[in-house]
């Protein structure tokens, strides 16, 4: 639905605005209406948001409250408005497709002023889960520092400002990077949310953690002196400083964040002019050069690859993920993950050097699924396996590309890890377990994609799973993870035998021994799900070329 759905005899005058922002709030609140209408599993997903998001503010509200009289809740709740601020700056770049209402390039061609729009969009941004979530964080954070009657003069000003600012923040950050956003860079950039959101988690879990050991909330306070000028947070900042009766200081942090709210809307009225005028120049690149940057690039990585299928099939995984969004998105977070946890335990000092299998561990997940991630072009792969030899080499080829990024990768963690802790006496036993971990993963990947392949939907960023298919999913990954964990018991135990026993000096020995059980088990995994890849080709292109 459109503006241009709107009835007749409700539809605001071009040139106006007086009548544009009942207009938009309620195409907000019919689009929301009409979306729940689709099913009811869609309205359970919203219900339930609603639910947790209330209870997270709540829980946030009640925190916030209990800290009222602390004498360095101002530094908690300042630090934590900044943070809100860049997440509401952030999350347009990572979730674009929100509501219509909020797309000004659907609006491109109604006779619309960009002034008037800008009132209408930033009333309907304002309808939602996350503005509710913003209040109820922006009114606990003013309340718990509010004190006296200037104080609470501030807060009433200060929590409804915060908000405002926050949403006009988004939006003049959707509106700059609109056509960005709808490319296909923009794709990429939006299945990365993920890395993003859990490379934040650990980020706050370590500072978390770090803050209960070193001192509380006085640790605070250097960054808070900062953070407190910066808008949207100088309009706590600014009620903090009329409860200790400093109203000049107040004043100034307050106007500063009226005047980042009027330069946001500026520059979103700006923006909202180019779009609306300007032609869309994105996509007017020098195509000559691209292919010759292409041609030469994809020369120099044949060149390094093996002749044959097994080349040309590494190349086509590697070229997948450099190029899918998908394929890249989950390398990436695998990547980052892969490193942040053993890394952040060895700097509290909390972890153990065998932390560095989880890198191996999430690597080896992409073995996974293989033949999904061709989706629906898998066909043109099946027209080239006759025989178990085929299938063989195949699969064989795919883990080898795996191989090529996961190796030095496991390495790198490994020594890296170690390096932190201290720790070099069991680098040679955790790299071990590493590569056995990475032979399994490798293993029960290949029959888990022959016996379990699923489709891997293209339309939307994060979904990873075709209609239908979750239980397939679910069994691939886990079942296959449970039988790499029973397939690494040997050297697991050896592990455990060699620390137990007072016997470190021997763990050297785990290096060679893991390198050639990782070996050979992948070997044995490829040859098991060779025949049954090549015996079960229809089934395999049925399943991911579904949805």
């Avoid at 729009?117 to 309808?127: E, G, I, M, P, R």
């Amino acid at each position: 639905m459109s503006v241009l759905d709107t009835p007749v005899g409700t539809a605001p005058r071009p040139s106006g605005g007086e009548g544009l922002v009942p207009v938009f709030v309620r195409l907000k609140l019919t689009l929301l209406r009409n979306g729940l209408r689709q099913s009811a599993g869609r309205r359970a997903a919203y219900i339930t948001s609603i639910v947790v998001t209330l209870l997270i503010a709540a829980s946030q509200l009640i925190g916030l409250i209990a800290l009222r009289g602390h004498a360095h809740v101002g530094a908690l709740v300042i630090l934590m408005t900044g943070v809100l601020a860049v997440g509401w700056a952030v999350m347009p770049l990572f979730f674009p497709s929100g509501d219509e209402t909020l797309d000004p390039s659907r609006l491109v061609m109604l006779p619309l002023r960009p002034r008037p729009l800008v009132a209408a969009l930033l009333t309907a941004s304002l309808v939602g889960i996350g503005p509710l979530f913003t209040l109820c964080l922006a009114a606990g954070s003013a309340f718990a520092v509010a004190r006296g009657a200037g104080g609470a003069v501030f807060a009433v000003v200060a929590a409804p400002l915060t908000l405002v600012l926050c949403v006009a923040l988004a939006r003049a950050v959707a509106t700059a990077n609109t056509r960005l956003l709808t490319s296909r860079k923009g794709r990429d950039l939006a299945v990365l949310s993920g890395l993003v959101i859990a490379v934040g988690f650990q980020v706050v879990n370590f500072g978390a953690q770090r803050l209960g050991r070193v001192g509380g909330l006085s640790t605070l306070e250097p960054a808070a002196d900062v953070v407190r000028w910066l808008p949207p947070a100088s309009a706590i900042g600014a009620v903090d400083s009329a409860s200790q009766g400093s109203y000049g200081r107040a004043v100034v942090q307050l106007l500063l964040s009226v005047a980042a709210l009027f330069a946001l809307l500026w520059l979103w009225q700006r923006s909202l002019v180019k779009l609306m005028t300007a032609p869309d120049g994105s996509t007017l690149a020098t195509a000559g050069t691209s292919r010759e940057k292409a041609g030469k690039g994809d020369s120099r990585l044949t060149a390094l690859l093996p002749a044959g299928r097994t080349g040309a099939v590494m190349e086509r995984s590697l070229r997948y993920i450099a190029r899918d969004p998908k394929t890249k998105a989950a390398w990436v977070t695998a990547l980052a993950i892969g490193l942040i946890v053993p890394l952040l335990n060895a700097m509290q000092g909390t972890g153990t050097i065998y932390f560095a299998c989880f890198a191996a561990g999430m690597l080896g997940i992409q073995m996974y699924n293989q033949f999904g991630q061709d989706t629906s072009a898998f066909w043109m792969v099946a027209l080239t396996i006759s025989s178990t030899r085929d299938a063989y080499v195949e699969l064989r080829a795919r883990a080898l590309a795996l191989l090529l990024i996961t190796l030095p990768y496991t390495i790198m963690v490994t020594v890296v890890t170690a390096a932190v802790l201290g720790d070099w006496g069991a680098l040679p036993g955790a790299m071990g377990l590493s590569f056995a971990l990475l032979g399994a993963m490798l293993a029960t990947g290949s029959v888990a994609s022959a016996n379990f392949p699923y489709s891997i939907p293209q339309d939307g960023a994060f979904k990873n799973v075709a209609p239908g298919q979750a239980g397939l999913a679910w069994i691939s990954l886990f079942g296959g993870m449970v039988s790499a964990s029973v397939l690494c018991a040997p050297v697991i135990v050896a592990v455990i035998w060699l620390h137990i026993g007072d016997l470190e000096q021997w763990l050297w020995l785990l290096l060679p021994a893991g390198a050639v059980y990782g070996a050979l088990i992948s070997w044995a995994g490829l040859r098991i799900a060779a025949p049954r890849t090549a015996k079960r080709l229809p089934e395999i292109l049925a399943a991911v070329s579904k949805g």
